[in-house]
Structures are given as structure tokens and as C-alpha cells.
């Protein structure tokens, strides 16, 4: 039984460029958690969504930033315009609904440089 | 805001137990206490939770206070493998997954 799966697990963009990262969450979650990491710091949630709906995106940037959790597919994470900042370690994870367990299935994490 | 408070770093012998602790003193009646773990560049890895009883699996026991405000992770046999950022989260159910994660307690196991 696959754990989530992450891809790319590091990518590279210059400014100005866009990053897409996907999330194929655990066979039979339908919920999907994105968390950054940024250097030396701890994880900060930035959007949760299920299946075509985004429920929660109080921790994403207003600007650049989008998510989604299409029908078919993997969730994707796209970064427009990325910049330095947007460095990170981002973390998708999932459940297969609320607090059935207590365990969120973390990824192994998609890692952004933007030169 | 950070709604829990751990040591930054503690250091543990090889086989000894392993006791980390937090404090949550501020924590909700419909407040779980939940314990993840990183290790080193890979993703959290979810060890034990509970609300108000004590809870033991085949990682760990979970000591909570009777005021509920601190708890006790305790790693029975800490081995290499246990070196890790320890995170104590609390959340309620209806923000379940929106986790807030403090700097976490940086253990080491030294053999």
C-alpha cells in the first residue's frame, strides 16, 4: 500500500518562473493537507482541500500561490512567479477524514530552490 | 501564537526512556494533544494522541496531566533511529489537520 507520493522531490526555478508540485494522496483519502517548511523553521499549513473543493485556505499567500484536488489526478501545488522566498520544503499530506485516527499521512516533501 | 511550549533540545542515552515534555496551558476542552515526529529531511511522522487518558502504542505512551494543561511523550527504549524533532500539537476536532507546528524538541540519541 503506497504512502503519499510526492514528485517532483526537488525542483529548481529561477525568479519569475513557475513551480508545480504534486500530491498523489494515500488510495482511499479523499482529504489532502499542504504544509510549508521553510529553512530551519516548522511546518506552517497553507490549504486543505477534498475532492474539487478547496476547504481551508487560510495559510496560503494571497498572491502567486493556488491549489487543487481535481476529480482524477494528484492535488497540485502551483507557484506563479516564484521567488527567493518561496524557498521551501513543502509537505503534502492525507487523511481519509477527520479525526479517524488521529494520523495524517505526511509525503517525503517537495523541495523548491529558486535561484 | 504558539499554543504549546517545549524544551528546545534534550539529549538520550541509547536504550534509556526517553521523557519529552510540553506544556498547554491554555488548551480547549475539545483540545487533543497529538505527538508527530521528522526526522531529518523527510516528512512527519505521526506518533500517539489523546484527549484526557493516558494512551500507550507500540511507539510510545502519552502521559497527559489530570488539568490537562501538560503532557509527557515517553519513547520506552530510545534507539539511533529515535533522533529526531519532536512536535506536541493541540487541536480540536473541527480544525483537525490545520495543525499548528512549533519549533518542536530537537532529541538526540547518542550511543
Known amino acids: 500500500n503506497a504512502g503519499v507520493m510526492q514528485n517532483p522531490r526537488h525542483l529548481v526555478r529561477r525568479r519569475g518562473q513557475e513551480a508545480r508540485l504534486r500530491c498523489s494522496p494515500m488510495k482511499g483519502h479523499s482529504h489532502v493537507y499542504w504544509y510549508r517548511q521553510l529553512p530551519e523553521e516548522g511546518l506552517k499549513f497553507m490549504v486543505y482541500l477534498q475532492k474539487e473543493n478547496i476547504i481551508d485556505e487560510s495559510g496560503m499567500p494571497k498572491e502567486r500561490f493556488s491549489a487543487e484536488f481535481p476529480k482524477e489526478g494528484p492535488s497540485i501545488l502551483r507557484i506563479q512567479q516564484v521567488v527567493r522566498g518561496d524557498s521551501a520544503a513543502y509537505f503534502c499530506a492525507s487523511s481519509f477524514g477527520l479525526a479517524v485516527t488521529g494520523e495524517l499521512f505526511f509525503g517525503e516533501g517537495s523541495r523548491l530552490t529558486v535561484l | 501564537d504558539a499554543k504549546t511550549t517545549q524544551p528546545t533540545s534534550m539529549d538520550c542515552a541509547e536504550g534509556r526512556a526517553a521523557n519529552l515534555p510540553c506544556n498547554h496551558s491554555t488548551i480547549s476542552g475539545n483540545e487533543y494533544v497529538y505527538w508527530y515526529r521528522q526526522i531529518h529531511s523527510q516528512g512527519p511522522q505521526y506518533i500517539i494522541h489523546?484527549?484526557?487518558n493516558n494512551e500507550t502504542n507500540e511507539m510510545a505512551s502519552l502521559i497527559i496531566t489530570e488539568d490537562r494543561k501538560s503532557s509527557t511523550l515517553i519513547l520506552p527504549h530510545a534507539t539511533l533511529r529515535d533522533t529526531a524533532v519532536y512536535y506536541c500539537i493541540v487541536s480540536a476536532t473541527d480544525s483537525w489537520g490545520k495543525f499548528q507546528f512549533g519549533a518542536g524538541t530537537q532529541v538526540v540519541v547518542t550511543p
Open positions: 489523546g484527549l484526557k
